[in-house]
T-cell receptor, first 115, second 112 residues
């Protein structure tokens, strides 16, 4: 079946550095991908919609300069957390929408810890 | 604005007992409702969607527009049903298709 690969699965970084998270659709093309974040024991919160070849659409309250999204190909979207701070520590999850059947598939998530 | 409410954070039942996980929503447009499940140490996966009107693993959910609810039910719970369940909402059409808004989740535990 369709798989979404998310990398890395966990990352620890120093405050002030930038971290890039990759989301790849395996065996299918995804013109649209979505990025979520999840705080401990809380729900998934939609951050942005990533569109191949165009700018991402951010949800209200999400800083676009803080969370840079690039969707340069039909199988890859990246989320870069710039100048990370401890409050950015969270679980980030991506999902990809199969262009042929509109089905959504989720990545396994990335745990980001900012020291 | 859209909102998905799952009133129960935790729900425990014994094997063979009926189970109902509640979900209420508010949305101004035409919503599509989903139930997602996350088993221990696994990724989130779709359980069912209201448009399909199907039963998956013995679970069913009916969209009640009058009560704005989409409760998940199973007549006889099994131990392997223990997981985190998320109710989610999306727009039916247009550019927002696929943008999911999740409830906080309900952790279901089925005791032997």
């Amino acid at each position: 079946g369709a798989v979404v690969s998310q990398h890395p699965s966990w990352v620890i970084c120093k405050s002030g550095t930038s971290v890039k998270i990759e989301c790849r659709s395996l065996d299918f093309q995804a013109t649209t991908m979505f990025w979520y974040r999840q705080f401990p024991k809380q729900s998934l919160m939609l951050m942005a919609t990533s569109n191949e070849g165009s700018k991402a659409t951010y949800e209200q309250g999400v800083e676009k300069d803080k969370f840079l999204i690039n969707h340069a190909s039909l199988t890859l979207s990246t989320l870069t957390v710039t100048s990370a701070h401890p409050e950015d520590s969270s679980f980030y999850i991506c999902s990809a929408r199969d262009s042929t059947n509109e089905k959504l598939f989720f990545g396994s998530g990335t745990q980001l810890s900012v020291l | 604005a859209q909102r998905v409410t799952q009133p129960e954070k935790l729900l425990s039942v014994f094997k063979g007992a009926p189970v109902e996980l509640k979900c209420n929503y508010s949305y101004s447009g035409s919503p599509e409702l989903f139930w997602y499940v996350q088993y221990s140490r696994q990724r989130l996966q779709l359980l069912l969607r209201h448009i399909s009107r199907e039963s998956i693993k013995g679970f069913t959910a009916d969209l009640n527009k009058g009560e704005t609810s989409f409760h998940l039910k199973k007549p006889f719970a099994q131990e392997e049903d223990s997981a985190m369940y998320y109710c989610a909402l999306s727009s039916v059409r247009g550019s927002t298709l696929g943008r999911l808004y999740f409830g906080r989740g309900t952790q279901l535990t089925v005791w032997p």
